[in-house]
Protein backbone atom coordinates (compact mmCIF):
# COMPACT_ATOMS: atom_id res chain seq x y z
CA UNK A 1 0.00 0.00 0.00
CA UNK A 2 1.25 3.32 -0.86
CA UNK A 3 2.93 5.44 2.25
CA UNK A 4 0.73 8.91 2.94
CA UNK A 5 1.68 11.97 4.15
CA UNK A 6 -0.15 14.86 6.71
CA UNK A 7 0.89 18.24 5.94
CA UNK A 8 -0.38 21.56 8.03
CA UNK A 9 0.08 24.95 6.55
CA UNK A 10 0.68 27.96 8.50
CA UNK A 11 1.16 31.69 7.47
CA UNK A 12 2.05 33.30 4.06
CA UNK A 13 1.72 32.26 0.30
CA UNK A 14 5.10 31.81 0.68
CA UNK A 15 4.55 28.64 2.61
CA UNK A 16 1.53 27.56 1.07
CA UNK A 17 4.08 27.41 -2.25
CA UNK A 18 6.76 25.17 0.20
CA UNK A 19 3.74 23.10 0.46
CA UNK A 20 3.07 22.77 -2.69
CA UNK A 21 6.70 21.86 -3.40
CA UNK A 22 6.86 19.56 -0.40
CA UNK A 23 3.48 17.89 -1.71
CA UNK A 24 4.71 17.73 -5.14
CA UNK A 25 7.94 15.87 -3.87
CA UNK A 26 6.19 13.12 -1.56
CA UNK A 27 3.99 12.33 -3.95
CA UNK A 28 6.65 11.54 -6.27
CA UNK A 29 7.99 9.33 -3.96
CA UNK A 30 4.87 7.41 -4.28
CA UNK A 31 3.18 8.96 -1.07
CA UNK A 32 -0.57 9.75 -1.11
CA UNK A 33 -1.74 12.67 0.89
CA UNK A 34 -4.35 12.51 3.48
CA UNK A 35 -6.26 14.58 5.68
CA UNK A 36 -6.30 13.11 8.89
CA UNK A 37 -2.96 12.61 11.09
CA UNK A 38 -3.83 9.58 12.95
CA UNK A 39 -2.33 6.82 10.53
CA UNK A 40 -0.14 8.78 8.51
CA UNK A 41 3.16 7.44 7.75
CA UNK A 42 4.57 11.00 7.61
CA UNK A 43 3.63 14.42 9.35
CA UNK A 44 4.94 17.51 8.51
CA UNK A 45 4.12 21.21 10.04
CA UNK A 46 5.20 23.96 7.91
CA UNK A 47 5.20 26.99 10.35
CA UNK A 48 5.19 30.56 10.38
CA UNK A 49 6.73 32.82 12.94
CA UNK A 50 6.03 36.54 11.80
CA UNK A 51 3.93 37.26 14.99
CA UNK A 52 2.77 36.44 18.13
CA UNK A 53 3.09 32.98 20.09
CA UNK A 54 4.02 31.01 17.24
CA UNK A 55 6.59 28.93 18.62
CA UNK A 56 4.79 28.04 21.40
CA UNK A 57 1.95 27.73 19.19
CA UNK A 58 4.12 25.12 16.40
CA UNK A 59 5.35 23.12 20.55
CA UNK A 60 1.62 22.86 21.83
CA UNK A 61 1.16 21.28 18.49
CA UNK A 62 3.41 18.91 18.69
CA UNK A 63 2.54 17.71 22.31
CA UNK A 64 -0.57 16.58 20.68
CA UNK A 65 1.34 14.71 17.92
CA UNK A 66 3.82 13.08 20.64
CA UNK A 67 0.11 10.86 21.27
CA UNK A 68 0.01 10.14 17.79
CA UNK A 69 3.43 9.38 17.64
CA UNK A 70 2.41 7.03 21.18
CA UNK A 71 -0.21 5.32 18.79
CA UNK A 72 1.98 4.82 15.91
CA UNK A 73 5.56 4.38 16.70
CA UNK A 74 6.63 4.15 12.83
CA UNK A 75 4.93 7.94 11.95
CA UNK A 76 8.09 10.73 11.04
CA UNK A 77 7.01 13.78 12.27
CA UNK A 78 8.68 16.98 10.45
CA UNK A 79 8.93 20.45 11.49
CA UNK A 80 9.14 22.89 8.34
CA UNK A 81 8.77 26.63 8.04
CA UNK A 82 10.15 29.53 9.42
CA UNK A 83 9.78 28.31 13.15
CA UNK A 84 12.01 25.24 12.45
CA UNK A 85 14.55 27.82 11.17
CA UNK A 86 14.21 29.73 14.07
CA UNK A 87 14.08 27.69 16.92
CA UNK A 88 16.25 24.79 15.12
CA UNK A 89 18.07 22.04 16.86
CA UNK A 90 15.92 23.34 20.43
CA UNK A 91 12.75 21.60 18.96
CA UNK A 92 14.92 18.49 19.11
CA UNK A 93 16.04 19.43 22.53
CA UNK A 94 12.44 20.10 23.32
CA UNK A 95 10.35 17.78 21.75
CA UNK A 96 12.84 14.51 20.93
CA UNK A 97 9.24 12.50 18.96
CA UNK A 98 10.10 14.76 16.02
CA UNK A 99 12.37 13.00 13.75
CA UNK A 100 13.75 16.20 11.13
CA UNK A 101 13.53 19.90 11.50
CA UNK A 102 14.43 21.43 8.24
CA UNK A 103 14.26 25.23 7.17
CA UNK A 104 13.02 27.09 4.05
CA UNK A 105 16.03 27.11 2.37
CA UNK A 106 15.73 23.30 2.21
CA UNK A 107 12.48 22.28 1.04
CA UNK A 108 13.88 21.44 -2.49
CA UNK A 109 15.85 18.64 -0.49
CA UNK A 110 13.27 16.54 1.45
CA UNK A 111 14.32 13.78 -1.02
CA UNK A 112 17.54 13.45 0.56
CA UNK A 113 16.71 14.57 4.16
CA UNK A 114 14.38 11.34 4.06
CA UNK A 115 17.06 9.35 2.33
CA UNK A 116 19.71 10.07 4.76
CA UNK A 117 17.33 10.66 7.77
CA UNK A 118 18.95 14.12 8.61
CA UNK A 119 18.12 15.33 11.78
CA UNK A 120 18.69 18.89 10.67
CA UNK A 121 18.89 21.31 7.99
CA UNK A 122 19.06 24.77 8.56
CA UNK A 123 21.46 26.00 6.08
CA UNK A 124 20.56 28.10 3.09
CA UNK A 125 22.36 26.15 0.25
CA UNK A 126 24.25 28.51 -2.48
CA UNK A 127 22.23 26.60 -5.27
CA UNK A 128 18.51 25.75 -4.40
CA UNK A 129 16.97 22.63 -5.81
CA UNK A 130 13.61 23.61 -7.50
CA UNK A 131 11.74 21.23 -9.23
CA UNK A 132 9.21 23.26 -10.50
CA UNK A 133 7.70 20.41 -12.41
CA UNK A 134 6.24 18.22 -9.47
CA UNK A 135 4.81 20.86 -8.02
CA UNK A 136 1.29 19.80 -6.59
CA UNK A 137 -1.27 22.65 -7.34
CA UNK A 138 -4.42 23.30 -6.17
CA UNK A 139 -5.75 25.75 -7.69
CA UNK A 140 -6.75 24.95 -11.59
CA UNK A 141 -6.69 28.74 -12.87
CA UNK A 142 -3.98 29.53 -10.91
CA UNK A 143 -0.02 29.45 -10.10
CA UNK A 144 2.31 30.37 -7.76
CA UNK A 145 5.57 31.38 -9.09
CA UNK A 146 8.31 32.06 -6.53
CA UNK A 147 10.78 34.12 -8.79
CA UNK A 148 13.01 35.04 -5.36
CA UNK A 149 13.78 33.70 -1.76
CA UNK A 150 15.03 35.99 0.80
CA UNK A 151 15.07 39.33 2.01
CA UNK A 152 17.94 42.06 2.26
CA UNK A 153 16.13 44.18 3.69
CA UNK A 154 16.03 44.40 7.20
CA UNK A 155 12.87 45.65 8.94
CA UNK A 156 13.35 46.44 12.25
CA UNK A 157 10.10 44.32 13.01
CA UNK A 158 10.72 41.57 10.83
CA UNK A 159 12.42 38.22 11.49
CA UNK A 160 11.76 37.01 7.74
CA UNK A 161 15.70 37.59 7.01
CA UNK A 162 16.60 35.64 9.71
CA UNK A 163 14.55 32.50 8.92
CA UNK A 164 14.48 33.10 5.09
CA UNK A 165 17.54 34.30 4.53
CA UNK A 166 19.49 36.15 2.13
CA UNK A 167 17.84 37.18 -1.16
CA UNK A 168 18.55 34.96 -3.74
CA UNK A 169 16.78 35.42 -7.08
CA UNK A 170 16.23 32.36 -9.74
CA UNK A 171 17.32 32.27 -13.24
CA UNK A 172 15.14 34.56 -15.64
CA UNK A 173 14.79 31.98 -18.08
CA UNK A 174 13.68 29.40 -15.60
CA UNK A 175 10.86 32.00 -14.34
CA UNK A 176 9.38 32.13 -17.91
CA UNK A 177 9.84 28.13 -18.23
CA UNK A 178 7.84 27.59 -15.21
CA UNK A 179 4.79 30.26 -16.36
CA UNK A 180 4.61 28.98 -19.52
CA UNK A 181 4.34 25.48 -18.31
CA UNK A 182 1.42 26.36 -16.10
CA UNK A 183 0.11 28.15 -18.15
CA UNK A 184 0.00 24.94 -20.96
CA UNK A 185 -1.36 23.21 -17.49
CA UNK A 186 -4.39 25.95 -17.59
CA UNK A 187 -3.07 28.70 -14.75
CA UNK A 188 -3.86 31.38 -16.77
CA UNK A 189 -3.52 33.67 -13.91
CA UNK A 190 0.11 33.48 -12.84
CA UNK A 191 1.05 35.15 -9.33
CA UNK A 192 5.30 36.04 -8.83
CA UNK A 193 6.17 35.48 -5.48
CA UNK A 194 9.16 37.10 -3.19
CA UNK A 195 9.54 38.66 -0.21
CA UNK A 196 10.33 41.87 -1.56
CA UNK A 197 9.26 40.65 -5.78
CA UNK A 198 10.27 44.04 -7.31
CA UNK A 199 14.07 43.88 -5.86
CA UNK A 200 14.57 41.23 -8.28
CA UNK A 201 17.24 40.80 -10.79
CA UNK A 202 18.67 37.87 -12.76
CA UNK A 203 21.78 36.29 -10.88
CA UNK A 204 22.75 35.26 -14.85
CA UNK A 205 21.53 38.25 -17.16
CA UNK A 206 20.95 41.58 -14.60
CA UNK A 207 17.74 41.63 -15.89
CA UNK A 208 15.27 43.41 -13.60
CA UNK A 209 11.77 43.24 -12.74
CA UNK A 210 10.37 45.12 -15.27
CA UNK A 211 11.75 43.13 -17.70
CA UNK A 212 10.34 39.61 -16.01
CA UNK A 213 6.55 41.23 -15.70
CA UNK A 214 6.91 42.17 -19.59
CA UNK A 215 8.50 38.92 -20.72
CA UNK A 216 5.64 37.18 -18.37
CA UNK A 217 2.86 39.09 -19.21
CA UNK A 218 3.58 38.52 -23.02
CA UNK A 219 3.67 34.85 -22.68
CA UNK A 220 0.60 33.25 -24.83
CA UNK A 221 -2.32 32.41 -22.47
CA UNK A 222 -1.28 34.57 -19.30
CA UNK A 223 -5.12 36.34 -18.82
CA UNK A 224 -3.93 38.18 -15.38
CA UNK A 225 -0.39 38.55 -13.70
CA UNK A 226 -0.22 39.09 -10.36
CA UNK A 227 2.73 39.51 -8.04
CA UNK A 228 3.60 39.68 -3.82
CA UNK A 229 5.08 40.93 -2.18
CA UNK A 230 6.38 44.82 -3.80
CA UNK A 231 8.36 46.91 -1.41
CA UNK A 232 8.14 51.03 -1.74
CA UNK A 233 11.52 52.22 -2.31
CA UNK A 234 12.17 49.34 -5.20
CA UNK A 235 9.54 50.93 -7.57
CA UNK A 236 10.64 52.25 -10.36
CA UNK A 237 10.17 53.31 -14.04
CA UNK A 238 10.95 49.54 -15.22
CA UNK A 239 8.29 48.03 -13.16
CA UNK A 240 5.65 51.36 -13.39
CA UNK A 241 6.12 50.88 -17.60
CA UNK A 242 5.99 47.36 -17.58
CA UNK A 243 2.47 47.59 -15.67
CA UNK A 244 1.27 50.78 -18.22
CA UNK A 245 2.00 48.89 -20.97
CA UNK A 246 0.55 45.49 -20.44
CA UNK A 247 -3.14 45.36 -19.20
CA UNK A 248 -3.32 41.90 -18.26
CA UNK A 249 -0.80 42.80 -15.47
CA UNK A 250 -3.08 43.58 -12.42
CA UNK A 251 -4.49 46.73 -11.71
CA UNK A 252 -4.28 45.91 -8.23
CA UNK A 253 -0.84 46.42 -6.56
CA UNK A 254 -0.37 45.30 -3.06
CA UNK A 255 2.12 47.97 -1.40
CA UNK A 256 2.62 47.67 2.05
CA UNK A 257 3.57 50.68 3.81
CA UNK A 258 3.35 49.67 7.81
CA UNK A 259 2.86 53.37 9.09
CA UNK A 260 1.86 56.65 8.14
CA UNK A 261 4.40 58.43 10.14
CA UNK A 262 7.57 59.19 8.91
CA UNK A 263 9.13 58.82 12.25
CA UNK A 264 7.63 55.55 12.85
CA UNK A 265 9.09 54.79 9.24
CA UNK A 266 12.24 55.30 9.94
CA UNK A 267 12.64 53.28 13.26
CA UNK A 268 11.32 50.70 11.08
CA UNK A 269 14.38 51.02 8.47
CA UNK A 270 11.84 51.15 5.88
CA UNK A 271 13.64 53.27 3.75
CA UNK A 272 11.03 55.72 2.71
CA UNK A 273 8.85 58.43 4.09
CA UNK A 274 5.25 59.03 4.10
CA UNK A 275 6.16 61.68 1.64
CA UNK A 276 8.04 59.44 -0.65
CA UNK A 277 6.00 56.88 -0.48
CA UNK A 278 2.67 59.12 -1.18
CA UNK A 279 4.69 60.14 -4.79
CA UNK A 280 5.21 56.09 -5.47
CA UNK A 281 1.32 55.76 -5.70
CA UNK A 282 1.16 58.93 -7.41
CA UNK A 283 3.76 57.86 -10.04
CA UNK A 284 2.12 54.55 -10.68
CA UNK A 285 -1.43 56.05 -10.52
CA UNK A 286 -0.39 58.40 -12.97
CA UNK A 287 0.39 55.51 -15.34
CA UNK A 288 -2.11 53.24 -14.97
CA UNK A 289 -5.07 55.08 -13.56
CA UNK A 290 -7.63 52.63 -13.00
CA UNK A 291 -4.96 51.06 -10.35
CA UNK A 292 -6.03 49.90 -6.53
CA UNK A 293 -3.83 49.33 -3.76
CA UNK A 294 -3.54 47.25 -0.82
CA UNK A 295 -1.60 47.42 2.05
CA UNK A 296 -0.36 46.21 5.60
CA UNK A 297 -0.21 48.53 8.56
CA UNK A 298 1.76 47.56 12.02
CA UNK A 299 -0.08 49.20 15.23
CA UNK A 300 1.74 49.69 18.24
CA UNK A 301 5.06 49.74 17.26
CA UNK A 302 7.35 51.00 19.81
CA UNK A 303 7.38 54.58 20.70
CA UNK A 304 3.64 54.82 18.28
CA UNK A 305 2.03 58.12 19.58
CA UNK A 306 -1.77 58.66 19.24
CA UNK A 307 0.00 61.77 16.43
CA UNK A 308 1.69 59.18 14.87
CA UNK A 309 -1.34 56.79 14.77
CA UNK A 310 -3.49 59.76 13.44
CA UNK A 311 -0.73 59.43 10.37
CA UNK A 312 -1.40 56.17 9.56
CA UNK A 313 -5.11 56.95 9.58
CA UNK A 314 -4.92 60.17 7.51
CA UNK A 315 -2.70 57.95 5.05
CA UNK A 316 -5.16 55.64 4.39
CA UNK A 317 -8.30 58.04 3.62
CA UNK A 318 -5.53 59.27 0.96
CA UNK A 319 -4.62 56.82 -0.59
CA UNK A 320 -8.15 54.35 -0.19
CA UNK A 321 -6.94 51.14 -0.34
CA UNK A 322 -9.22 48.63 -1.91
CA UNK A 323 -7.90 46.01 0.86
CA UNK A 324 -6.02 46.33 4.00
CA UNK A 325 -4.30 44.23 6.44
CA UNK A 326 -3.26 45.75 9.82
CA UNK A 327 -1.26 43.45 12.92
CA UNK A 328 -0.44 44.59 16.21
CA UNK A 329 3.06 44.70 16.36
CA UNK A 330 4.32 41.75 18.03
CA UNK A 331 8.51 41.38 19.31
CA UNK A 332 10.04 38.96 17.53
CA UNK A 333 13.28 37.08 18.67
CA UNK A 334 16.69 38.38 18.06
CA UNK A 335 15.23 41.45 15.62
CA UNK A 336 16.44 44.86 16.45
CA UNK A 337 13.24 46.94 17.44
CA UNK A 338 13.74 44.73 20.86
CA UNK A 339 15.96 47.58 21.88
CA UNK A 340 14.24 50.42 20.32
CA UNK A 341 11.64 49.94 23.48
CA UNK A 342 8.63 48.58 25.02
CA UNK A 343 5.61 47.72 22.43
CA UNK A 344 2.77 50.10 22.84
CA UNK A 345 0.39 49.15 25.59
CA UNK A 346 -1.49 46.22 24.32
CA UNK A 347 -4.91 48.04 25.27
CA UNK A 348 -4.18 51.06 23.49
CA UNK A 349 -3.34 49.07 20.83
CA UNK A 350 -5.77 47.41 20.38
CA UNK A 351 -8.17 50.34 20.51
CA UNK A 352 -6.01 51.94 17.37
CA UNK A 353 -6.68 48.70 15.83
CA UNK A 354 -10.43 48.72 15.81
CA UNK A 355 -10.29 52.59 14.49
CA UNK A 356 -8.30 51.82 11.87
CA UNK A 357 -10.70 48.86 10.76
CA UNK A 358 -13.56 50.91 11.21
CA UNK A 359 -12.13 53.40 8.57
CA UNK A 360 -11.26 51.07 6.63
CA UNK A 361 -14.35 49.24 6.40
CA UNK A 362 -16.39 52.72 5.44
CA UNK A 363 -13.87 53.11 2.74
CA UNK A 364 -13.96 50.05 1.25
CA UNK A 365 -17.64 49.94 1.60
CA UNK A 366 -18.00 53.33 -0.48
CA UNK A 367 -15.62 51.50 -2.83
CA UNK A 368 -17.69 48.39 -3.69
CA UNK A 369 -20.43 50.36 -3.76
CA UNK A 370 -19.02 52.67 -6.57
CA UNK A 371 -18.94 48.94 -9.12
CA UNK A 372 -23.05 48.93 -8.66
CA UNK A 373 -24.44 48.75 -12.23
CA UNK A 374 -20.86 48.56 -13.90
CA UNK A 375 -19.19 46.11 -15.47
CA UNK A 376 -15.95 44.67 -14.52
CA UNK A 377 -13.76 41.46 -15.79
CA UNK A 378 -14.15 38.60 -14.20
CA UNK A 379 -11.43 35.51 -14.14
CA UNK A 380 -14.26 32.26 -13.62
CA UNK A 381 -13.08 30.22 -11.20
CA UNK A 382 -15.58 27.47 -11.06
CA UNK A 383 -19.27 27.17 -9.32
CA UNK A 384 -19.73 29.41 -6.50
CA UNK A 385 -19.89 27.76 -3.09
CA UNK A 386 -22.11 30.56 -1.41
CA UNK A 387 -24.86 29.58 -4.05
CA UNK A 388 -24.46 26.25 -6.27
CA UNK A 389 -26.68 27.90 -8.78
CA UNK A 390 -24.26 30.57 -9.13
CA UNK A 391 -20.76 30.90 -10.71
CA UNK A 392 -17.45 32.62 -9.03
CA UNK A 393 -15.11 34.62 -9.99
CA UNK A 394 -12.51 36.91 -8.66
CA UNK A 395 -12.27 40.78 -10.29
CA UNK A 396 -8.46 42.54 -10.92
CA UNK A 397 -8.77 43.88 -7.44
CA UNK A 398 -9.53 40.50 -5.98
CA UNK A 399 -12.58 40.99 -4.96
CA UNK A 400 -14.94 37.66 -5.02
CA UNK A 401 -17.74 37.84 -7.63
CA UNK A 402 -21.02 35.33 -7.52
CA UNK A 403 -22.64 35.78 -10.93
CA UNK A 404 -25.56 34.13 -12.95
CA UNK A 405 -23.87 32.82 -16.29
CA UNK A 406 -23.70 30.19 -18.68
CA UNK A 407 -22.10 26.87 -16.25
CA UNK A 408 -20.76 25.02 -19.75
CA UNK A 409 -17.95 28.46 -19.66
CA UNK A 410 -14.40 27.18 -19.28
CA UNK A 411 -12.66 27.89 -16.33
CA UNK A 412 -10.31 30.22 -16.55
CA UNK A 413 -12.30 32.40 -19.08
CA UNK A 414 -12.09 36.63 -18.34
CA UNK A 415 -15.85 37.60 -18.18
CA UNK A 416 -18.10 40.83 -18.32
CA UNK A 417 -19.62 40.75 -15.25
CA UNK A 418 -22.40 43.56 -14.59
CA UNK A 419 -22.23 44.45 -11.05
CA UNK A 420 -25.87 44.15 -9.01
CA UNK A 421 -25.00 44.36 -5.30
CA UNK A 422 -22.55 44.76 -3.51
CA UNK A 423 -22.31 42.62 -0.28
CA UNK A 424 -19.87 42.69 2.95
CA UNK A 425 -16.89 41.46 1.19
CA UNK A 426 -17.96 40.47 -2.11
CA UNK A 427 -20.20 41.50 -4.94
CA UNK A 428 -22.82 40.04 -7.02
CA UNK A 429 -23.77 40.20 -10.47
CA UNK A 430 -25.17 38.41 -14.05
CA UNK A 431 -22.37 38.00 -16.65
CA UNK A 432 -23.11 39.84 -19.81
CA UNK A 433 -23.49 38.25 -23.43
N1 LIG B 1 7.82 41.13 2.40
C1 LIG B 1 6.81 40.40 3.09
C2 LIG B 1 6.83 40.68 4.52
C3 LIG B 1 6.31 39.53 5.19
S1 LIG B 1 5.60 39.95 6.62
C4 LIG B 1 5.42 40.72 2.66
O1 LIG B 1 5.02 41.88 2.72
O2 LIG B 1 4.66 39.80 2.36
C5 LIG B 1 3.96 40.41 6.15
C6 LIG B 1 3.46 41.50 7.01
O3 LIG B 1 3.48 41.10 8.36
C7 LIG B 1 4.32 42.75 6.98
O4 LIG B 1 4.02 43.55 5.89
C8 LIG B 1 4.00 43.40 8.29
O5 LIG B 1 2.89 44.26 8.17
C9 LIG B 1 3.61 42.23 9.19
N2 LIG B 1 4.64 41.98 10.18
C10 LIG B 1 5.91 41.57 9.98
N3 LIG B 1 6.58 41.49 11.15
C11 LIG B 1 5.71 41.86 12.11
C12 LIG B 1 5.80 42.00 13.52
N4 LIG B 1 6.93 41.76 14.18
N5 LIG B 1 4.69 42.40 14.20
C13 LIG B 1 3.54 42.65 13.54
N6 LIG B 1 3.41 42.55 12.22
C14 LIG B 1 4.47 42.16 11.50
FE1 LIG C 1 10.40 41.70 6.38
FE2 LIG C 1 10.94 44.12 5.59
FE3 LIG C 1 11.86 42.02 4.24
S1 LIG C 1 8.96 43.38 6.28
S2 LIG C 1 10.38 40.45 4.58
S3 LIG C 1 12.44 42.65 6.28
S4 LIG C 1 11.06 43.94 3.38
Same mark, same amino acid.
Given at each position: MAKTFFIETWGCQMNDLDTQRLSGSLKLRGYRRVE?????DLILLNT??????SEQKVFSRLGELREVKRANGGVKIGVCGCVAQQEGERILHRA????FVMGPGNVGNLDMILDEGARLALEFPEHRQYDYLSIDRSSPTKAWVTIMEG????????IVPTTRGREVSRPFDDIVAESRAAVAGGRVEIELLGQ????YRC??????FGALLAAVATL????RLRFMTSHPAEVNESMIGAMRDH???? &??LHL?????SSKILRRMKRLYTREKYVQTIARIREAVPEIHFSTDFIVG????SEEDFQESLSLIEEVRYGSLFAFKYSPRPG???? &??????DDEIASERMSRLFDLHERIKRELLESYRGRVLPVLYEGPSRHDPAMLAGRTEDNYVVNFFGNPATPVGSILGVRIDQAQHHTLRGEAIA
Open positions: DENGACSIREKPWVDCNKNCTFCTVNAPVSGRDDGVAANIS &RYPVQSGFPGETPAL &RIGPPV
